[in-house]
């Protein structure tokens, strides 16, 4: 595509931020997407880039009478939603299902989807790291190395010192009256190490 045919839009981003894009608009037709009468039917094709992060890519859509500006926004939902059952195949390993069984197939998938659910609340709860991805989330705050110690009705959670081990210790601190039946009614208490 020649460089002076590309435009600069601002496209609506999360947290009412706006980004700058370059978008090519244009006609095409397809070989095989025709009217009844045999004839070519016109397509729209958007090609965007961005600065740097941004991988080029291409929107192909039959709304002609949507601007273009609008017209992203409405993609880029549908990729957040491609890209997390992406993240689920690739982080949890949902293409590699241990049994052929139909039963075993759905008991997997069933818990792959929790898993990363799990992983979505347990993020909600972590300022900054919402739209970081559940191997993100796994790396940064659930393979913390420590120590478990069980003093009375307490259970006492000794976490070795990282970055980002201060965020951990606040949100977990919401929930240190919480009692957990799955351990007999004890608490459980986090506390953060002085060796790393």
Excluded at 62 to 71: G, H, P, Q, Y
Excluded at 118 to 139: G, M, N, P, T
Aim: net charge positive; with cysteine; aromatic share 10%.
């Amino acid at each position: 595509i020649p460089a002076g045919k590309w435009k600069r839009i601002r496209v609506e981003a999360c947290g009412l931020k706006k980004r700058t894009l370059r978008v090519y608009d244009t006609t095409i037709t397809l070989p095989d997407y025709k009217d009844i009468r045999g004839k070519a039917k016109p397509i729209r094709q958007v090609a965007i880039t961005g600065h740097g992060k941004i991988k080029p890519a291409l929107i192909i859509a039959n709304d002609f009478d949507i601007k273009t500006e609008v017209l992203i926004r409405k993609y880029t939902r549908r990729w957040l939603v491609e890209k997390g059952i992406s993240e689920q195949v690739e982080f949890f390993h949902l293409n590699r299902i241990s049994s052929s069984m139909v039963i075993k197939v759905d008991f997997d998938l069933v818990m792959t989807i929790l898993a990363h659910n799990i992983y979505r609340l347990f993020a909600l709860d972590l300022d900054r790291y919402v739209h970081h991805s559940d191997e993100k989330i796994y790396e940064k705050f659930v393979s913390i190395q420590g120590k478990v110690s069980i003093k009375g009705k307490e259970i006492i959670v000794d976490m070795k010192k990282r970055r980002d081990l201060p965020l951990i210790l606040e949100t977990m601190n919401n929930y240190k009256d919480l009692r957990y039946d799955i351990f007999k009614g004890r608490t459980m208490k986090f506390t953060g190490g002085t060796s790393t």
